[in-house]
């Protein structure tokens, strides 16, 4: 059996279903085989596989040749048509937060705020460029888990803006950012809170991002406030497409 071209790259991210059906390629002709006798030959899908090699993704259909009388390709020498792709892999994503670690309150040893989320609040009175180190997995005071990357908080003395840097294979799928002049946002109750719902400043869902800018945001009013940065970080562990809103701004 033979054929011209065999190999396809269908790109990132494809639906499996739009893939050519395999009998298409014997209805087409692409695929020919001859007998050592010169008689007529049918050509037949002998298999499929599926094959998945780390980021990507294989199709292969394997064609044999049969004779009058029976005879048969040799597997060795049965004719493949491949068909691969590449597929973002997003995994295990969690929310995180950044501490500051000159100037921070761990959420579970304030005694007036009952929480027991894992996170700093931050805070801040001159103006100045500040790096916040942003932890994928916090579960006590100092057992941080991963470094996922770093926040930089600059504030100008009217304005703040936060700029985040994810280290690979770290990505963001969004933030949630509390800015104000007490340690935490309150709730319905009046009460201290970390829950990101009551925060002041939210991105919306964010394509996947290692470089985003928040701000600038106006502090004019203060000269001393506190901020808790709560992203949500993911690992992304294969990477096809390019983000629509990397290096991308949200100002509130």
């Not at 935490?184 to 869902?205: C, L, M, Q, V």
Request: glycine share 6%; aromatic share 14%; net charge negative.
């Amino acid at each position: 059996t033979g054929i011209i071209n065999n190999t396809f790259d269908m790109g990132c991210n494809i639906d499996q279903s739009t893939l050519p059906d395999p009998q298409s390629h014997i209805d087409n002709g692409d695929i020919t085989g001859k007998d050592n006798c010169e008689g007529d030959v049918t050509i037949k899908l002998d298999r499929t596989e599926y094959i998945e090699n780390d980021c990507k993704h294989y199709v292969i259909y394997y064609y044999k040749a049969i004779d009058v009388c029976g005879n048969e390709t040799a597997v060795e020498d049965m004719t493949s048509v491949v068909y691969f792709w590449q597929e973002d892999d997003i995994q295990a994503c969690k929310p995180s937060y950044a501490m500051y670690k000159d100037s921070n309150i761990y959420f579970t040893e304030d005694a007036e705020l009952n929480s027991n989320n894992p996170g700093w609040t931050n805070y801040f009175n001159t103006p100045g460029e500040y790096t916040l180190s942003l932890f994928a997995s916090v579960t006590d005071y100092d057992t941080f888990g991963d470094k996922s990357g770093e926040v930089t908080v600059n504030y100008t003395g009217d304005t703040v803006t936060l700029e985040y840097n994810l280290y690979e294979p770290y990505v963001m799928s969004e933030a949630a950012i509390y800015i104000g002049c007490e340690k935490y946002p309150t709730d319905d109750k009046g009460d201290y809170t970390t829950d990101s719902s009551y925060y002041n400043i939210h991105t919306g869902a964010l394509d996947h991002v290692r470089n985003y800018t928040v701000g600038p945001i106006d502090v004019s009013n203060t000269n001393q406030f506190y901020i808790i940065t709560n992203p949500i970080t993911c690992l992304q562990k294969c990477d096809c497409s390019k983000s629509a809103d990397e290096g991308g701004v949200y100002i509130p």
